[in-house]
């Protein structure tokens, strides 16, 4: 069973500070999506990394995929308060077939 | 265009009863997957179908089970439903198991 582990579990920071959430395995993914879940919501797909090394950026947030693909983190920058809400990552093994999700990183950003 | 949708959106059942979760999926996506998100932790895997055949499952009991429809839309079946199924049922559509997948808004069931 191929695993994800977040952290940090819970995150609060006031506005504009900046933030690392990461997530990490033991394992190799064939890939690794990052997602944002508010509340009573389903996620929403934030990246999709496929590279060991790569980079992607979206506006404040910048995604990073470890060279092993075992690991990636996000960077928030100048955090916002509707940047607050469930961080989770999800990779696919390397068959293509089974999708593993972490536990989540709680963001609460503070006006 | 729509999203996945997924009804109903609340459900309370009691000890024992059974409970089928439905699931449409965004129009052109041949697949659907089921979640259960326990409360506090990340979403867990239960089902993937594709064009009507079961293409993945996870560690869930047999109470558990699914179908796909000649639609492409879905139904998650519990059995037997204990407190412990208590959760957000998510279903997410893509194009194709291992395309980028898309979840709806979950349907919480509460299990008294």
């Known amino acids: 069973t191929q695993l994800l582990e977040q952290s940090p579990q819970f995150l609060s920071i006031q506005e504009g500070e900046n933030l690392t959430v990461y997530c990490n395995s033991s394992?190799?993914?064939?890939?690794l999506q990052w997602y944002r879940q508010e509340p009573g919501e389903g996620p929403v797909l934030l990246v999709t990394v496929v590279t060991g090394g790569e980079v992607k950026k979206l506006k404040r947030l910048t995604f990073q995929f470890g060279d092993a693909r075992k690991d990636s983190s996000l960077h928030i920058t100048a955090a916002q308060p509707g940047d607050t809400g469930l961080y989770l990552c999800a990779g696919r093994d390397n068959y293509g077939q089974n999708f593993v999700f972490g536990p989540g990183t709680r963001l609460s950003v503070l006006p | 265009d729509a999203g996945v949708t997924q009804s109903p959106t609340h459900l309370i059942k009691t000890r024992g009863q059974h409970v089928t979760l439905r699931c449409s999926p965004i129009s052109g996506h041949k697949s659907v997957s089921w979640y259960q998100q326990v409360l506090g932790q990340g979403p867990q895997f239960i089902f993937q179908y594709y064009e009507k055949e079961e293409r993945g499952r996870g560690n869930f009991p047999d109470r558990f089970s699914a179908r796909q429809f000649p639609n492409y839309s879905s139904e998650l079946n519990v059995n037997a439903l204990l407190l412990g199924d208590s959760a957000l049922y998510l279903c997410?559509?893509?194009?194709?198991?291992?395309?980028?997948?898309?979840f709806g808004p979950g349907t919480r069931l509460t299990v008294l």
């Open positions: 997410a559509s893509s194009l194709s198991p291992s395309n980028e997948q898309f």
């Open positions: 394992s190799v993914f064939s890939s």
